[in-house]
């Protein structure tokens, strides 16, 4: 702990880290709570590995990663999207095959770049240790860009999140921010990308948001309390996993299911202890 | 007479298939406490979601308050059967009558101070106010109803139209549901889908049966004959009285 602490004051790296982590935290709170509400957890998904195309082709021509990735993801949202509005019947298979065709275009395109492949790893499973200052400051812009979105139109999500039908009533363009949901989504998943890698997003961007709801009544508390808790989790991954050199993405994922567990586990307990006591 | 407030002028509609309803014609004016019944599958919700402007008739004209379907429904507060969201949704009664704003409010940011006003009354015409702050989970089969019906009314509608409001209450309930609607009908047009041709009928000033095609019939008139016409099988009514 107190080595951490010491490596913290001296390299920079872990410091960048640390601020990815938490930049991080704002956009799986906020929008890991609709993911969650609105049950959009296999959407989500479906973005996050596709986005290894736009990390192929970016490779490829040599082009900033991240560049790369906010445009697959927002691809790839706009197509799931659309699909899931027009053919509710196979939305599945649909979103399977998006997600699947991305990595593939992502990995032909990765192995015509010439030059060794160990970048691959870091796509699928997170390279926080490495987030340039120049990447942090696109995570702050894109975290502002959720929060704008978010506060501006804070009602009409809740409205298509809570009763779809009644909000397109009340003459709500349900479709619009629906699609507006999930390109936020796309670009939540952008950002969880730099902690954890495109496989282990959906932990990130679900695990928080479920814990919370157990314990906070509204949508907003949700949002703020899971924020607090992917904010612990990634500081807490990043400290666990340095002495020892764990990947700091996985030991982030399995800390946050370790939680989530334990507070199930916790939540149960409390419940029949009361039946107990009926 | 008082003034129409809606109208379908041989109106038809399928969702791809076999018509759902065919040549309806329908006034409903200002004051009626109409209820709509029929079998399942008779076209029923089709009837509301065509009068909300959610869906386009194949052949025909609709107008509500001399508007077009899609403009006039700002006018209609609409009580969806509550299987449409999940019960478990994170959020509080108070919050969820909010909703009922949309479209009336400011598009962007917060409500207003005027919005509070108009949900506080209509907390209070549904007796919502001790339970304001409680989770949607937490409540009855009655309150949540009569928390559709809050949402419905925070939109200041001149219409109000309710889908199976008693579908998943029991009668006590269902009573309470219909004094309020009665209550409510003082100022409001009412229009409700009912699978329960018999119970309504003693709350209705009109009956409006529908299986594809639509009969009107004021609740004296309701016959063993009109009622087997519309399930197309012998039907007993029980004479009841309130």
Not at chain 1, 144 to 166: N, R
Not at chain 2, 202 to 223: D, I, K, M, Q
Request: charged share 15%; net charge positive; hydrophobic share 50%.
């Amino acid at each position: 702990m107190l080595d951490f602490i010491d490596a913290l004051t001296t390299h920079r790296f872990l410091q960048h880290a640390l601020v990815a982590g938490l930049l991080a935290s704002v956009g799986c709170g906020v929008i890991g709570t609709y993911v969650v509400v609105k049950r959009l957890g296999y959407l989500a998904g479906g973005i996050a590995h596709a986005v290894l195309a736009g990390l192929g082709v970016a490779r490829f021509y040599d082009k900033p990663p991240i560049l790369g990735a906010v445009m697959a993801a927002m691809i790839a949202a706009l197509l799931i999207g659309w699909i899931s509005l027009r053919a509710k019947q196979h939305e599945d298979t649909l979103i399977s095959s998006v997600w699947a065709l991305g990595m593939a275009i992502g990995v032909l395109f990765i192995a015509r770049t010439p030059g060794y492949n160990t970048d691959l790893m870091a796509y699928l499973f997170g390279n926080i240790l490495f987030v340039s200052g120049q990447q942090l400051l696109l995570m702050a812009c894109l975290d502002l860009l959720i929060l704008v979105a978010v506060v501006l139109f804070y009602k009409q999500f809740l409205a298509v999140a809570f009763d779809e039908e009644f909000a397109r009533a009340r003459g709500i363009h349900t479709e619009f921010f629906y699609m507006l949901l999930l390109c936020l989504v796309a670009l939540t998943v952008v950002l969880l990308i730099q902690v954890v890698g495109l496989i282990l997003v959906i932990a990130l961007l679900s695990l928080p948001p479920t814990i919370a709801a157990a314990y906070a009544h509204s949508v907003k508390g949700i949002m703020f309390l899971a924020s607090l808790l992917s904010a612990a989790f990634t500081t807490g991954g990043i400290m666990l996993s340095y002495q020892p050199d764990l990947p700091a993405g996985a030991t982030i994922v399995v800390l946050a299911g370790g939680c989530f567990l334990v507070s199930t586990a916790l939540l149960r307990m409390r419940r029949g202890g009361y039946r107990g006591t009926a | 007479m008082n003034e129409v407030q809606i109208t379908f002028e041989q109106v038809s509609f399928s969702y791809g298939g076999p018509p759902v309803l065919e040549r309806v014609n329908l006034e409903i004016r200002s004051g009626e406490f109409l209820g709509v019944v029929g079998p399942n599958a008779g076209g029923k919700t089709t009837l509301l979601k065509l009068m909300l402007g959610l869906l386009k008739p194949s052949s025909g004209k609709i107008t509500v308050l001399g508007k077009t379907a899609a403009k006039g429904r700002q006018l209609i507060g609409y009580c969806p059967q509550h299987v449409t969201f999940a019960r478990d949704f994170p959020l509080c009664v108070e919050e969820a009558v909010m909703l009922g704003r949309l479209g009336k409010t400011q598009p962007l940011g917060g409500y207003r101070k005027e919005d509070r006003g108009i949900v506080e009354q209509a907390l209070a015409a549904t007796e919502l106010l001790p339970v304001r702050k409680q989770r949607l989970e937490t409540l009855s089969g009655g309150q949540l109803q009569r928390v559709l019906v809050g949402r419905a009314l925070a939109s200041q509608p001149e219409i109000l139209v309710l889908d199976e409001p008693t579908a998943n209450i029991d009668l006590r309930m269902e009573e309470d549901i219909f004094d309020l609607l009665k209550k409510l009908n003082r100022r409001l047009t009412i229009v409700v889908v009912s699978h329960d041709i018999g119970f309504i009928s003693g709350y209705v000033t009109r009956v409006a049966c529908l299986n594809r095609t639509l009969f009107c019939h004021y609740p004296s008139e309701l016959t063993s004959d009109a009622i087997e016409r519309l399930y197309r099988r012998h039907v007993s009514l029980i004479e009841h009285l309130h």
